[in-house]
């Protein structure tokens, strides 16, 4: 079976642009999260879909960040403007519905200069 | 609110010997609480989780994790442990219907 898939790996930008991170869950996985993980300190959760419906996203920070899953699939996750507090890990994890384990892709590392 | 303690930054073992990684968590009713691993430039794995049921439970690699609800801990454990386990442990609990919530994490270091 095949894992989370994100993309890209690794993107640096510098403060103010803009940047978009993509992820396609394991397939049949109705439950898709958006994790920020800062270097030192363990995942933070920015914002969880089922299928195409947002679940949570108290801990998105609205007025940059944005994230859609539009056909209740992949996901991108949207940085606008970027600052440097945003460097960071943008892990994708996805689970399957009435089910707790979430797996996780292998992340983004985002570095803002 | 829901949270997650690791106390130690790091633990440090031999091959071959022990290891205990601590957890200890709060979250109100019945917590669900889940190990995870992750080595250098890769996303988390799942180790083990524990739900409902018998207080040990055992997950890969040979990891295994006791629940004790009157110390509501879940710390995991390894009775002999491999260089290979070298790498990021994470803690994670949460009660049903609620987010995960993760610890800040411990970097095990297992010496040859």
């Known amino acids: 079976e095949a894992g989370v898939a994100q993309s890209p790996r690794y993107k640096i930008i510098e403060k103010r642009q803009s940047v978009a991170f993509w992820c396609n869950p394991i397939?049949?996985?109705?439950?898709l999260y958006w994790y920020q993980q800062i270097l030192g300190q363990g995942p933070k959760l920015l914002i969880q879909f089922q299928n195409n419906g947002v679940v949570d996203d108290s801990q998105l920070p609205k007025d940059r960040f944005s994230a859609e899953r539009l056909k209740g699939v992949d996901s991108t996750l949207k940085i606008q403007p970027a600052k440097l507090e945003d460097s960071a890990v943008y892990l994708c994890?996805?689970?399957?519905?009435?089910?707790?384990?979430?797996?996780f892709g292998p992340g983004t590392r985002l570095t803002v200069l | 609110a829901q949270s997650v303690a690791q106390p130690e930054d790091q633990v440090n073992v031999a091959e071959g010997n022990p290891l205990t990684v601590k957890c200890t968590y709060s979250v109100s009713g019945n917590p669900y609480l889940f190990w995870y691993v992750q080595y250098p430039n890769r996303g988390l794995q799942f180790l083990l989780k524990?739900?409902?049921?018998?207080?040990l439970v055992k997950g890969s690699y040979g990891f295994e994790a006791e629940f004790n609800k009157s110390q509501t801990s879940f710390h995991l454990k390894k009775p002999s442990a491999l260089v290979s386990d070298s790498a990021l442990y994470f803690c994670a609990a949460r009660k049903a219907g609620n987010m995960l919530t993760f610890g800040g994490g411990t970097r095990l270091m297992v010496k040859p």
């Open positions: 524990y739900i409902t049921g018998d207080n």
């Open positions: 397939s049949g996985h109705a439950t």
């Open positions: 994890a996805s689970s399957s519905a009435g089910l707790d384990t979430q797996y």
